[in-house]
């Protein structure tokens, strides 16, 4: 039986007008990862995570609370649930996430840095300035509080006079690259996402991992973004062999999300046919997004097949690091 969607999604909407995010975060929670890096606060270029990735283990957390609803009594409350939260931020309550989760999570941030860094690449950071992308509202129609989100993040990055952004998911790629500026006149800021810009530096591994590696490709970066030959010459610079799934590219299959606070079952359903899909073509996958990551990896755990789903991250940072 389907959750009342309206008002999750008005939870989710009133926390973005109130709070500046679909589920509000601690300072400690945004910017922990960044911990011990010494990144320089702002500058004209600067690593944008959009809370992603920081944001993925309380939607790992909600999406397991949300399952068990979706067939209980409980989801006749979700609109008095949304009257509470104008009050009382139930976010606290429904994702309390687990610290191994969080850690995990930030750690696939200090790897993409310190690949970049690695790299040569400069590049700064906002901290707890920054702001999450917006996605999930403007995905969902809401675009007048998309809007005013979105006139945040542009007056958070004109005061600290940057001009270039480096993402690390494909959907703050695109909401800086194509829709930032239709709601935004004037709106010049660059974006890159970090995949391309470690390939235009023609990053070397320091060892070859000789891996069998399947690629799933994120439906925002292929179909949208065209980051497509970056994250394989990337692995292949690793001296991976690539496997292509059948629906691979601009053609590939969707991993299950973002659904899986709204519609948990079918999520499951979805990323389900997706990983039998991957594990026939071999036991390690790589990912370059956190919700395909989340989605997937849960599925791995319960199919027949031995699977291991990775991002491509920690696939990268171990060949320069072995």
């Known amino acids: 039986m389907a959750l009342p969607t309206g008002a999750i999604i008005g939870i989710m909407v009133d926390n973005l007008r109130k709070r500046k995010s679909v589920v509000p975060l601690s300072k400690s929670k945004m910017t922990g990862w960044a911990e011990g890096l010494n990144l320089p606060r702002g500058g004209e270029t600067v690593l944008y995570t959009g809370l992603m990735y920081q944001l993925m283990p309380a939607i790992v957390a909600m999406a397991d609370r949300m399952g068990r609803f979706e067939n209980s009594w409980v989801r006749h409350l979700m609109g008095l649930g949304r009257l509470a939260n104008k009050v009382i931020n139930l976010s606290f309550f429904m994702a309390r996430t687990k610290p191994e989760i969080r850690s995990a999570y930030n750690d696939r941030l200090r790897m993409i840095a310190e690949l970049l860094l690695g790299a040569g690449v400069e590049f700064g950071y906002l901290y707890d300035e920054e702001l999450y992308s917006g996605a999930l509202v403007y995905d969902n129609g809401v675009t007048d509080v998309f809007r005013r989100h979105a006139r945040r993040i542009h007056e958070v990055l004109r005061r600290r006079g940057v001009r270039r952004v480096i993402t690390v998911d494909p959907h703050t790629l695109n909401m800086f690259r194509d829709v930032y500026p239709e709601f935004i006149e004037g709106f010049d800021i660059e974006a890159k996402s970090y995949l391309e810009v470690l390939a235009g530096c023609g990053m070397k591994s ?60 079918k999520s499951k359903e979805v990323a389900q046919e997706r990983i039998e899909q991957l594990a026939e073509m071999g036991a390690e996958v790589a990912v370059m997004c956190p919700i395909c990551l989340f989605n997937l990896t849960e599925a791995a755990e319960t199919t027949q097949a031995e699977v291991r789903v990775r991002d491509i991250c920690e696939y990268l940072i171990e060949a320069r690091t072995s």
């Open 206 to 265: 320091n060892e070859t991992t000789g891996k069998r590696i399947v690629i799933h490709d994120s439906c925002v970066y292929a179909r949208y973004e065209d980051v497509l030959e970056q994250p394989r010459t990337l692995l292949e610079g690793t001296g991976a062999e690539i496997c292509e799934p059948d629906y691979t590219r601009s053609i590939t299959l969707c991993c299950g999300g973002p659904i899986e606070s709204l519609f948990p079952s």
